[in-house]
């Protein structure tokens, strides 16, 4: 069960003050309610090390994107840290100097990916990806390792979800959507075939 805690005057800066919200895991914050995200476990690190890497490898190659783990995101009425991070070139935060600012954005980003854990809200995962849509996020993925399926979700489109191995669906190697410009081809087979290994 994981760790919850309604309090409806909490607001979000009471929140971002707390000393404890960046604890691993991270806590998050939505209208009040404060939650720790699960401890990860094999499934979701391999699949959130992984993709990371394949997105970040594509990405600044030509310029056009990076990944991040983990980087919260404070927006007008939530403050979450999705497991994947996904920024467009042009709106990386960094200094004069060129370097990273170290901070948590305070923007929906271009894309986020949950990989959900088996004593995650389904819900709770998905409001945080609408949400983002709604403030201005491209893309989002959500994806369910127990159930090898992967779920798109586009701004004000029907959610497509493509699974590795459902013969009635049969979209396991489909191209996966990804935020334009991008330079990456991936399936859901290919992904979860990351979780297999031969000894």
């Keep these: 069960m994981l760790a919850s805690s309604p309090n409806p005057t909490l607001t979000l800066v009471d929140f971002l003050a707390l000393p404890h919200i960046d604890d691993s895991p991270a806590w998050e914050y939505a209208h009040g309610t404060i939650t720790q995200k699960p401890m990860p476990k094999t499934f979701h690190s391999r699949l959130q090390l992984k993709l990371a890497s394949m997105i970040d490898l594509a990405g600044e190659r030509n310029k056009t994107v990076l990944a991040f783990t983990e980087l919260r995101c404070n927006l007008s009425e939530r403050s979450i840290v999705p497991d994947i991070v996904v920024l467009d070139w042009e709106r990386l935060p960094v200094n004069d100097s060129g370097e990273l600012e170290n901070q948590a954005i305070s923007f929906a980003p271009d894309w ?5 854990s088996p004593q995650q809200s389904l819900a709770k995962v998905m409001k945080n990806i609408l949400y983002c849509l709604d403030q201005g996020s491209e893309l989002g993925w959500l994806i369910n390792p127990e159930e090898r399926s992967i779920l798109v979700l586009l701004p004000q489109q029907a959610p ?16 996966l959507p990804v935020l334009s410009g991008l330079d990456l081809k991936l399936t859901t087979e290919q992904i979860f075939s990351w979780l297999k290994f031969s000894r």
């Design 112 to 116: 986020l990916i949950e990989i959900l």
């Design 160 to 175: 497509q979800c493509y699974l590795s191995d459902d013969p009635e669906v049969n979209n396991a190697q489909e191209i």
